[in-house]
T-cell receptor
């Protein structure tokens, strides 16, 4: 089945530094990737949608200058949390969709637990 | 806007028994897709079952089945012969065909299922 690799699985960083999270589709071309944030005991909240080769579309309330998303190829999207602060600590999950996979479920990465100290 | 509602924050079932998780949604679309995802403590999102709205027949996957009532916009999940490994958060999700909201998944708030031995 389709596999999405997300790296790192967990990261601890100091306040003010930037952290990059990678999301790779291993055996299919991901024309669209979605980035979610999940707070403890809550549902997944969509942060942004990225299409290969174009700018990401951010959901209302998500700071695009803080959460930089790049989708430069059909197999890789990155989320960079810039100037991280403790309130950015959360669980981040990516998912990917293929143009050919229109009616299939999204394929999820294993998530990244970010802790900002 | 489409919404997904899971009215049961927590549910409990005895091992080997049957439990039903509720989900309702709101949409004006006639063509869409519905999913149930399981999220164990590892936080990996695992697809449990999916249903295409144009299909009248309820989907079944081994011990998991759905009761899809399109007119009522209801999509409940039945787990038969519950096992300890079924304990997890369960999310109901709605998705439009690619081109509608870029195929994003809209999640309910989730139901935490506990399985008692």
């Amino acid at each position: 089945g389709a596999v999405v690799s997300q790296h790192p699985s967990w990261v601890i960083c100091k306040s003010g530094t930037s952290v990059k999270i990678e999301c790779r589709s291993l055996d299919f071309q991901a024309t669209t990737m979605f980035w979610y944030r999940q707070f403890p005991k809550q549902s997944l909240m969509l942060m942004a949608t990225s299409n290969e080769g174009s700018k990401a579309t951010y959901e209302q309330g998500v700071e695009k200058d803080k959460f930089l998303i790049n989708h430069a190829s059909l197999t890789l999207s990155t989320l960079t949390v810039t100037s991280a602060h403790p309130e950015d600590s959360s669980f981040y999950i990516c998912s990917a969709a293929s143009r050919r996979d229109t009616y299939s479920p999204l394929h999820f990465g294993n998530g990244t637990r970010l802790t900002v100290t | 806007a489409q919404t997904v509602t899971q009215s049961q924050p927590e549910m409990s079932v005895q091992e080997a028994e049957t439990v039903t998780l509720s989900c309702t949604y709101d949409t004006s679309e006639s063509d869409y897709y519905l999913f149930w995802y399981k999220q164990p403590p590892s936080r990996q999102m695992i697809l449990v079952i999916r249903q295409e709205a144009y299909k009248q027949q309820n989907a079944t996957e081994n011990r998991f089945s759905v009761n899809f009532q399109k007119a009522a916009k209801s999509f409940s999940l039945k787990i038969s012969d519950s096992q300890l490994g079924d304990a997890a958060m369960y999310f109901c999700a709605y998705r439009e065909p690619y081109g509608g909201s870029q195929g994003n998944l809209i999640f309910g708030k989730g139901t935490k299922l506990s399985v008692k031995p």
